[in-house]
C-alpha cells in the first residue's frame, strides 16, 4: 500500500541464527498484513499474513508480530537456512474506496541472505 | 486449481513491434494487476482492474494498455515496444481481503 516503509534493505545472518524484518506504515484503517518472499527467477509468493485482530501468528520458523499502535509488523524467520535467502516484502492493501482498493504498490523489500 | 497463468514465458520484440502477455486466473479474483521488475529493482505496479470493466493507471502506464472484459483474463498490450520496456512482467491476482497470487512472469527482451 501506501506510504509503507520497510527495513532494514539489505540482511546478511548465519545459517541458524534469527532475522528479523520490520514494516511500517500509515494507513489506520489497514487490517491486514502480509508478507511475500521472492526467490530468484520467480514470483513473490504469499508466504504469510495477519489480520488486525491477532497479535501474532507462526507457521513452523517464520512467525508475524502486529503493533496497531505504532502501526508496524514485522516477520521473524528463526534458525534461518540457506534456502531462506530471498528478497521479502511487506505490501498491506489500500483501504480507501473506488478502484483504490486495486491500487497496490511494493516497496523495494528486503534482501536476505543467509551464509551456510 | 492453476492460479494465475502468464503466458509467454519468455518473448523477444523488435523496437515498434506490439503485443499482448497473456494472464488468466481461474480463483473467481475480483483485483488483478501488473507489475514490471527491472534487475535488482522492486515491483512497479503498471495497471490494475477491481473488477470486469474496471481498470485504473498505477505508477509507470506509460506504454501500456489493458482490458478486463471477464473476470479470468487480464491481458497486458505493449503499443510500440521500445527496449527501456525491456524487464519481468507479473502477473497478480486477488480476492477481497486476501493476498496476491503471482504468476510465474514473463521475461521480454527489446531489441
Known amino acids: 500500500g501506501e506510504n509503507v516503509e520497510q527495513h532494514p534493505s539489505t540482511l546478511s545472518v548465519q545459517e541458524g541464527d534469527s532475522a528479523v524484518i520490520k514494516c511500517t506504515y500509515s494507513?489506520?484503517?489497514?487490517?491486514?498484513f502480509p508478507w511475500y518472499k521472492q526467490e530468484l527467477g520467480k514470483g513473490p509468493q504469499l508466504i504469510i499474513d495477519?489480520?488486525?485482530?491477532?497479535g501474532e501468528k507462526k507457521d513452523q520458523r517464520i512467525a508475524v508480530t502486529l503493533n496497531k499502535t505504532a502501526k508496524h509488523f514485522s516477520l521473524h524467520i528463526t534458525e534461518t537456512q540457506p534456502e531462506d535467502s530471498a528478497v521479502y516484502f511487506c505490501?498491506?492493501?489500500?483501504?480507501?474506496?473506488?478502484?483504490?482498493?486495486?491500487?497496490?504498490?511494493f516497496g523495494q523489500g528486503t534482501i536476505l541472505t543467509v551464509h551456510p | 486449481n492453476a492460479g494465475v497463468t502468464q503466458t509467454p514465458k519468455f518473448q523477444v520484440l523488435k523496437t515498434g513491434q506490439s503485443m499482448t502477455l497473456q494472464c488468466a486466473q481461474d480463483?473467481?479474483?475480483?483485483?488483478m494487476s501488473w507489475y514490471r521488475q527491472d534487475p535488482g529493482m522492486g515491483l512497479r505496479l503498471i495497471h490494475y482492474?477491481?473488477?470486469?470493466?474496471?481498470?485504473d493507471q498505477g505508477e509507470v502506464p506509460n506504454g501500456y494498455n489493458v482490458s478486463r472484459s471477464t473476470t479470468e483474463d487480464f491481458p497486458l498490450r505493449l503499443l510500440s515496444a521500445a527496449p527501456s520496456q525491456t524487464s519481468v512482467y507479473f502477473c497478480?491476482?486477488?480476492?477481497?481481503?486476501?493476498?496476491?497470487?503471482f504468476g510465474s512472469g514473463t521475461r521480454l527482451t527489446v531489441v
Open positions: 497478480a491476482s486477488r480476492g477481497t481481503g486476501g493476498g496476491y497470487t
Open positions: 494507513d489506520s484503517a489497514s487490517n491486514y
Open positions: 495477519i489480520r488486525s485482530n491477532v
Open positions: 505490501a498491506p492493501p489500500p483501504t480507501a474506496g473506488g478502484t483504490s482498493y486495486g491500487k497496490l504498490t
Open positions: 480463483m473467481n479474483h475480483e483485483y
Open positions: 482492474s477491481v473488477g470486469a470493466g474496471i481498470t
